[in-house]
């Protein structure tokens, strides 16, 4: 498992990069702070929570991480699950609910690790494309729906679209209009921001780099700005609810406490879900920079690093946390080399936390809402469902499962439908079988489907090519095919089955391959296998169904359609 | 869905079939009694009751069944199945345990009739050919050792393997030597009779079909000649248990009882895997048939067939049923054509109720067990772990499992973990994809694995074929394997993936190749596809994959080559 710091240390040229690193880390210390506000918001925690997970876990992650790169902390998605993993139990107590969410961090963090011991890395590769597609967009609708709660000044709750949706028409006479005033327009500056801004400052001749990282550090202003509003016309009284007295200093080493026994399935069930998720997104990431520096990427010690953050950040005050993109995007666009950007950045929330968390005290959660709506609006994507939707149509249905799953019923729901799916319709496609009756393209040594091309066939001889592997689940319905041709051919002498789309025969479909072999025989019609990959054969050449193989077994089908028809061809085709 | 029964009405020549049709009808009615008699017995049920199952159902099978000649009734199988379900739920009340069974018929019947509705005929091959002989092999070790307390005149009880020997060794004192005489010399004469009678007749000069004939009559002889001997010196007194009396006259027309609301999760799920069981021995006893006989066959209107019987027999204190091997063969050796033979047993067994019950008084139940025990002894099948441990392991696997599973923990949990396990490996196996780097075999149109063959390569052209359907399961594993193969060539210009062995190409594969493509052409190299089939072209024919796609789509690999390297193969090679 390489650990990058250490390899980073003991390179020479350290100093090369120090600058760079130092840079990026002031950045991304900076572009942290609104996010990580919002993100704790978003998991059901006090505000400050988020600046808690970013010190310790990112320390942690510089040191064993598997990306030089990657910015860690609290994200969207992982942030919401934890709040409706948590919600249940919180019965009302913030402080029980602080410390089932450090409790869940320890468990996703354990289960990460474990995953890396046991290398389970490629289970990440168990959830397809379109179903996390459409989780990711589900979350990002409900995470808006239930920030839109903060910008119009209203406390509903809901874990599903339905619920937050009865919550506003239920608290409809409750806005806040000073709230919403503020919110709507933070939320509108941020998003010009993010849809503009860089634009613009390209225009003004800045390079893109530069004008992407000020563009990007535009939010902490707006956060300041607003404070500045609520303090100078002391908005509080007036009903907006800000963050509040931010106990100052360093988050607290503390023991999680222990969920009662009752809690623990549950507890669990969401937490293999939230390190799930935590992993693939992480991932991801890291994989995608690695792709771009042509650094290798094991995810195996992607599970390790992330695993021990959580861990860490466990026992300070943390919730679970995962790689961020857009924070990480920003890291690399800002310089960053090594995981010395990481540290930097966590210095730099340090001494925010030391010497300037009473600046936060007017900050109105209706701006930390907006923030949080303008950064997941860009994680919907509808995109991946139009793809799926032209190109296949199991993975569009899949998409869609997943996304109302979660929107109705929950994210955790929505997941395990859109798993389940995806592996119903492995199980289905491979019991749909396609055999196609070839024949001879011109003189050459191609054999095409005869429905699809004008080539040559011979009345006593049939080629069926078998276009998927054989297992109990279809070797059924191959036999009951080969039978449906056979019955259309009264001349027929000679069948050979194509196996060049064959990797594995299961003992079922051996069975079945001896049992029509027999039946044909009984009419007089022998049966040939051609084309065996060597790697099938060396599996079946023990088996009772090649030992007592009655028909020929061709290396290729010009050698078969040789060997077996009257007029042969061309003698360069016979080996 | 065909009734055979009509068809054989209108057909004008059921005269000349009515001769054998009585005969055989004769022979499969005596050959049931002592079946089914026993039967009952291993279903926790009076034997009787055996007796009362072969009636209406056998009558509703013959008018609606799949099968012209399929001989149903009680089953060893599922006549355990039934056991182990229900006998939570006896409480020791005879009568309530009677009617749980009729109401598991019931169930058992609604399930297989719905999923006739259904189309559900397909769900049978999902149970392996390894899972099924193991489950067999399993139920027939549980019979036999819980057949044995009749043997030795014990009342121990377990539907392990382990509490029935503990039952026994517990019991060891309370052998009663009578019985054990009665028991241990009726096994063997059934023994000697299945294993040498045939032959010995033969030997006489009868023909095999007649001596097979006469050897199936033996055991009912023996039950005859057994019960002689119980009443003539009165064993019953010295501790024989016997069959006692039988209320003389047919079954009564009888609602089943309804369970009790916590009873229902437990019951259904056992009928669930009872109608599997029955559908998958009842239809895999048809279909030989009808091969043999070069009929067609529907699992679907086996399911109906069988859905009904069950359900017709839940009215008239019937149990779970299904179609008979043994009971079938002899229909078909005494020459039954046609479904009157099993109106004509059904009969039989009627008028053997009507006057013959009280024959049975004096029937000891260690003969009862004998005959199980004989009959059930050839159902275990070592010859399908033979063959898949030198053919597939896996399905070896899955065998042993299975047999474990039914030893140890009973019969369903025994068949689900050998169904969960065929699809874990289905999946696993998918999840590993062969990707063969192939060169040029000589000067043919043939392309093979360069590890297996001396062919000729390319150090500019890289050729890979990938063995498997693409889906998100696999396709980090093949981009990486490209990877890898790329960076051992310095010098490569061009990648061609050959898809011959592709039927599949989901969302996430699509991904995948385009990133490749992109990261390849990054480094100055060009990714090219061959042999992609024409109904997955037609597939992809509209995604971004293929219409974004830079490097060139060739028909054939040697199209490629041809294109790709500077020395062109033969003219007639370049179409």
């Given at each position: 498992?390489?650990?990058?710091?250490?390899?980073?240390?003991?390179?020479?040229?350290?100093?090369?990069?120090?600058?760079?690193?130092?840079?990026?880390?002031?950045?991304?210390?900076?572009?942290?702070?609104?996010?990580?506000?919002?993100?704790?918001?978003?998991?059901?925690?006090?505000?400050?929570?988020?600046?808690?997970?970013?010190?310790?876990?990112?320390?942690?992650?510089?040191?064993?991480?598997?990306?030089?790169?990657?910015?860690?902390?609290?994200?969207?998605?992982?942030?919401?699950?934890?709040?409706?993993?948590?919600?249940?139990?919180?019965?009302?107590?913030?402080?029980?609910?602080?410390?089932?969410?450090?409790?869940?961090?320890?468990?996703?963090?354990?289960?990460?690790?474990?995953?890396?011991?046991?290398?389970?890395?490629?289970?990440?590769?168990?959830?397809?494309?379109?179903?996390?597609?459409?989780?990711?967009?589900?979350?990002?609708?409900?995470?808006?729906?239930?920030?839109?709660?903060?910008?119009?000044?209203?406390?509903?709750?809901?874990?599903?679209?339905?619920?937050?949706?009865?919550?506003?028409?239920?608290?409809?006479?409750?806005?806040?209009?000073?709230?919403?005033?503020?919110?709507?327009?933070?939320?509108?500056?941020?998003?010009?921001?993010?849809?503009?801004?860089?634009?613009?400052?390209?225009?003004?001749?800045?390079?893109?780099?530069t004008a992407n990282i000020t563009a990007k550090l535009v939010p902490i202003g707006v956060i300041f700005l607003a404070s500045l509003v609520v303090y100078q016309w002391s908005l509080?009284?007036?009903?907006?609810?800000?963050?509040?007295?931010?106990?100052?200093?360093?988050?607290?080493?503390?023991?999680?406490?222990?969920?009662?026994?009752?809690?623990?399935?549950?507890?669990?069930?969401?937490?293999?879900?939230?390190?799930?998720?935590?992993?693939?997104?992480?991932?991801?990431?890291?994989?995608?920079?690695?792709?771009?520096?042509?650094?290798?990427?094991?995810?195996?010690?992607?599970?390790?690093?992330?695993?021990?953050?959580?861990?860490?950040?466990?026992?300070?005050?943390?919730?679970?946390?995962?790689?961020?993109?857009?924070?990480?995007?920003?890291?690399?666009?800002?310089?960053?080399?090594?995981?010395?950007?990481?540290?930097?950045?966590?210095?730099?929330?340090?001494?925010?936390?030391?010497?300037?968390?009473?600046?936060?005290?007017?900050?109105?959660?209706?701006?930390?809402?907006?923030?949080?709506?303008?950064?997941?609006?860009?994680?919907?994507?509808?995109?991946?469902?139009?793809?799926?939707?032209?190109?296949?149509?199991?993975?569009?249905?899949?998409?869609?499962?997943?996304?109302?799953?979660?929107?109705?019923?929950?994210?955790?729901?929505?997941?395990?439908?859109?798993?389940?799916?995806?592996?119903?319709?492995?199980?289905?496609?491979?019991?749909?079988?396609?055999?196609?009756?070839?024949?001879?393209?011109?003189?050459?040594?191609?054999?095409?489907?005869?429905?699809?091309?004008?080539?040559?066939?011979?009345?006593?001889?049939?080629?069926?090519?078998?276009?998927?592997?054989?297992?109990?689940?279809?070797?059924?319905?191959?036999?009951?095919?080969?039978?449906?041709?056979?019955?259309?051919?009264?001349?027929?002498?000679?069948?050979?089955?194509?196996?060049?789309?064959?990797?594995?025969?299961?003992?079922?479909?051996?069975?079945?391959?001896?049992?029509?072999?027999?039946?044909?025989?009984?009419?007089?019609?022998?049966?040939?296998?051609?084309?065996?990959?060597?790697?099938?054969?060396?599996?079946?050449?023990?088996?009772?169904?090649?030992?007592?193989?009655?028909?020929?077994?061709?290396?290729?089908?010009?050698?078969?359609?040789?060997?077996?028809?009257?007029?042969?061809?061309?003698?360069?085709?016979?080996?």
């Amino acid at each position: 498992m390489k650990i990058p710091l250490a390899a980073w240390l003991s390179s020479t040229q350290w100093r090369l990069t120090l600058r760079d690193d130092v840079l990026a880390g002031i950045v991304v210390g900076i572009v942290l702070i609104p996010q990580s506000l919002g993100y704790a918001l978003l998991a059901g925690l006090p505000p400050v929570y988020g600046l808690y997970a970013t010190i310790v876990p990112v320390l942690i992650y510089a040191l064993v991480g598997s990306s030089n790169t990657q910015a860690i902390g609290a994200v969207a998605i992982t942030s919401i699950m934890t709040a409706q993993a948590l919600a249940p139990f919180a019965q009302g107590q913030p402080s029980r609910y602080i410390a089932l969410a450090a409790l869940m961090a320890l468990v996703v963090g354990i289960i990460l690790l474990v995953a890396a011991l046991l290398k389970l890395g490629w289970i990440m590769r168990f959830i397809s494309r379109g179903v996390m597609a459409a989780f990711i967009t589900g979350a990002a609708i409900l995470i808006i729906t239930g920030q839109v709660k903060y910008v119009f000044g209203l406390h509903s709750r809901g874990d599903t679209f339905p619920q937050l949706l009865w919550g506003f028409w239920q608290q409809k006479n409750d806005i806040n209009l000073v709230t919403l005033l503020l919110g709507l327009s933070a939320t509108l500056v941020l998003w010009l921001n993010r849809r503009y801004m860089t634009l613009l400052l390209v225009k003004f001749k800045l390079s893109s780099i530069t004008a992407n990282i000020t563009a990007k550090l535009v939010p902490i202003g707006v956060i300041f700005l607003a404070s500045l509003v609520v303090y100078q016309w002391s908005l509080a009284s007036r009903g907006v609810s800000i963050v509040g007295a931010i106990p100052a200093g360093l988050p607290t080493f503390a023991l999680p406490v222990l969920a009662e026994h009752s809690q623990w399935l549950t507890l669990l069930s969401s937490a293999l879900l939230i390190a799930l998720i935590a992993f693939i997104s992480s991932a991801s990431v890291a994989k995608s920079v690695a792709l771009q520096r042509q650094e290798s990427f094991d995810a195996n010690s992607e599970l390790f690093g992330l695993g021990l953050a959580n861990i860490s950040g466990a026992f300070f005050q943390g919730l679970p946390i995962a790689g961020g993109f857009s924070r990480t995007a920003v890291n690399i666009e800002a310089g960053a080399k090594t995981p010395l950007a990481g540290i930097v950045s966590a210095i730099i929330v340090m001494l925010v936390l030391l010497l300037a968390s009473a600046w936060f005290y007017y900050l109105p959660l209706a701006v930390l809402g907006a923030g949080v709506i303008v950064a997941v609006s860009n994680l919907i994507d509808l995109r991946t469902l139009k793809m799926a939707w032209r190109s296949d149509k199991t993975e569009a249905l899949a998409y869609v499962l997943t996304l109302l799953g979660v929107l109705l019923a929950g994210l955790q729901i929505g997941l395990v439908i859109g798993f389940m799916w995806s592996l119903l319709a492995l199980i289905w496609r491979s019991n749909q079988p396609h055999v196609a009756v070839v024949g001879q393209l011109g003189q050459t040594a191609e054999f095409r489907n005869i429905e699809r091309h004008h080539v040559k066939t011979w009345p006593k001889l049939l080629l069926l090519r078998i276009d998927e592997n054989l297992f109990f689940g279809n070797s059924d319905k191959v036999a009951s095919r080969v039978w449906q041709e056979v019955d259309k051919r009264p001349e027929l002498a000679d069948v050979v089955l194509i196996f060049s789309a064959i990797n594995h025969v299961d003992l079922s479909s051996q069975w079945m391959l001896k049992n029509v072999e027999q039946q044909l025989l009984a009419r007089n019609i022998q049966l040939h296998f051609a084309e065996i990959k060597g790697f099938v054969m060396d599996k079946l050449i023990n088996t009772p169904l090649i030992e007592e193989w009655h028909g020929k077994i061709f290396a290729t089908t010009e050698q078969a359609v040789a060997a077996l028809t009257p007029s042969p061809c061309e003698p360069e085709y016979n080996l």
